[in-house]
């Protein structure tokens, strides 16, 4: 099994962040989940990553910093066999927590992501 720097560098290929697209994120966090047989949200093992949100998702200006909703491995979008395809997120300046982004981002007004990034533990 890889641990969580292991699946990082195996992404990032270096010790720096490296910008992944949704795809990429969402790959990373089902493939944690699947290699380290997690299967439910009572699992301890964690993988957290960053989803960024575009600049033009939001009517009024806000910063990268308030854009960044922090995320991790045991949301139900990347659990196996779950109902929901539900992700919270909190946003990394603390102004917005258990945000249920998902609904954000499949929505008539959809938060388009500009890129996503995994955190070391």
């Not at 270096?14 to 290699?35: D, G, I, P, V």
């Not at 960053?50 to 995320?71: C, N, P, W």
């Not at 395809?85 to 982004?101: K, L, P, Q, T």
């Amino acid at each position: 099994m890889m641990s969580i720097r292991q699946t990082n560098n195996r992404l990032k290929g270096s010790n720096t962040m490296k910008k992944l697209n949704y795809a990429e994120f969402e790959r990373a966090m089902r493939e944690f989940n699947s290699e380290h047989g997690i299967v439910s949200q009572a699992d301890k093992r964690i993988l957290k990553g960053v989803i960024v949100f575009t600049k033009d998702s939001f009517d009024k200006e806000y910063s990268e910093v308030q854009r960044s909703y922090k995320t991790n491995n045991l949301q139900k979008a990347w659990l196996p066999n779950m109902i929901s395809n539900s992700i919270f997120a909190d946003c990394i300046d603390g102004s917005d927590n258990g945000v249920r982004v998902d609904l954000y981002m499949y929505n008539d007004k959809s938060w388009k992501v500009d890129y996503c990034y995994l955190i070391e533990n």
